[in-house]
Structure formats: structure tokens, C-alpha cells
């Protein structure tokens, strides 16, 4: 069982850090250390959560409930997450960057719970948002920007 809870961890911090990476090209505050140490202690949590207790709990009064520290890491990494928002001068940042983090918490619990499929697919998910999210803003400014040269143009060619 050791050598399953090792592949666990070490997927969740593939995984994060596949997310951890493209914030990092986007040069956002938590980056590849960051989602990848999120993804690790996730799933290490989790894998504690489910496993750890296991002898302690001997008398048939006592029974486990696995989703308790699960739900501690969630309001933990909201806890983190709330760090990295920022407002300024009427304007948020970095809410993109905790929600990041908070996903690949979700990442790192799923794979700490066994479930490689979902946090694959929710991986891929995350940066294919991530990317098509950059895509339309790239194209957007665009837009904005051949708008504002064209009125520049017009208006030159009127005085």
C-alpha cells in the first residue's frame, strides 16, 4: 500500500505542477512551487485522512470519517487563496491565482483519494480554461486596440 499512497502524491505534484507551470509562464505570484506544494499536501492529507487513523480507531463506538481533514484543506487553501487577492485602485487581482490554488487542492485531494481520472481530467480542464481564457483576452485587446487606431485615424483626417 506504501508504493500506492507514494504514486498518489507523486501524481498530485505532476499534476499541480502542470498548473504551477503555466502560472508561472503567465508570471502570476504562485507559480510551480506553489501549486505543486498545494497538490503534494492535498493528497498527502487526504491519504492521512483515509489511512492514518486506521489502528487507532479499534472499538466498534468509533468510526472514521475521512471527509473531515478533506474539509479542513478546503477552508485552509480558502485561507491561502484570500491572501493573494488584492484591491487596488477599484480594480481585484489575483483572483485567478486563488481560485488556481484552490482547484489544485482539489486536484491533490482527488489524487490522494485514488481518483487519477478526475484530477487528470480536471487538470486539463483547468489549463485548457487557463489558455482559452488568455486567447480571448489577447483578442479582445486586439479589437480594443485596431478600434482606438481607426478612431485615432479619422479624426486625424478630419482636421
Request: glycine share 10%; aromatic share 10%.
Amino acid at each position: 500500500m506504501t508504493l500506492e499512497f507514494i504514486l498518489r502524491i507523486f501524481v498530485a505534484a505532476i499534476l499541480g505542477g502542470a498548473i504551477g507551470l503555466e502560472r508561472e509562464y503567465r508570471e502570476k505570484a504562485a507559480g510551480f512551487r506553489t501549486h505543486f506544494l498545494v497538490a503534494l499536501g492535498s493528497a498527502l492529507f487526504m491519504i492521512i485522512s483515509a489511512y492514518g487513523f486506521e489502528h487507532a480507531l479499534t472499538s466498534p463506538e468509533h468510526r472514521l470519517d475521512v471527509s473531515r481533514i478533506a474539509a479542513q484543506v478546503v477552508t485552509g487553501i480558502g485561507f491561502i487563496g484570500a491572501g493573494t487577492i488584492i484591491f487596488q485602485k477599484n480594480t481585484i487581482r489575483g483572483l485567478t491565482t486563488a481560485a488556481g490554488v484552490w482547484v489544485t487542492a482539489a486536484i491533490g485531494l482527488a489524487c490522494g483519494g485514488g481518483l487519477y481520472t478526475l484530477a487528470l481530467a480536471s487538470t486539463l480542464m483547468v489549463l485548457l480554461g487557463l489558455e482559452a481564457f488568455n486567447y480571448w483576452l489577447r483578442r479582445i485587446d486586439n479589437k480594443r486596440k485596431k478600434a482606438s487606431h481607426h478612431k485615432e485615424e479619422v479624426t486625424d483626417s478630419e482636421e
